[in-house]
């Protein structure tokens, strides 16, 4: 089993940065593919970014390409996720989600993942 707690999200304006954190307890999280997906309010779960669980492999949303920057710290078990130039389309609600198995082809999907943290908000204003 593994835990994953989100932080870091907030309130912001529009074309400022923020930067995510997901901290996973209760296994190494080395063996864990990890992404980040959002929830828009009256919206459907959406994938974000992911990495492998080296990090030597990372896929984005097109919506977020250029902007938003996965990374991840094993050592610590933490998984980040930097995002600049915000707009308000990108608020949200932000979940981490990892598993056992990276996928370079099903990484988009949230049924993917076994594990889920609680999510963090994240509030652009105009």
């Known amino acids: 089993q593994v835990q994953l707690v989100e932080s870091g999200g907030g309130l912001v304006q529009a074309g400022d940065s923020l930067s995510l954190s997901c901290v996973a307890s209760?296994?190494?999280?080395?063996?864990?593919?990890v992404s980040w997906f959002r929830q828009a309010p009256g919206k459907e779960r959406e994938f974000v970014a992911a990495?492998?669980?080296?990090?030597?492999?990372?896929h984005y949303a097109d919506s977020v390409k250029g902007r938003f920057t996965i990374s991840r710290d094993n050592a610590k078990n933490t998984v980040y996720l930097q995002m600049n130039s915000l707009t308000p389309e990108d608020t949200a609600v932000y979940y981490c989600?990892?598993?056992?198995?990276?996928?370079?082809?099903?990484?988009?999907?949230?049924?993917?993942?076994?594990?889920w943290g609680q999510g963090t908000q994240v509030t652009v204003s105009s």
């Open positions: 990495t492998s669980w080296s990090g030597g492999s990372t």
């Open positions: 209760g296994r190494p999280f080395s063996g864990y593919a």
């Open positions: 989600a990892a598993d056992s198995d990276y996928s370079s082809k099903y990484y988009y999907i949230d049924g993917w993942y076994d594990y």
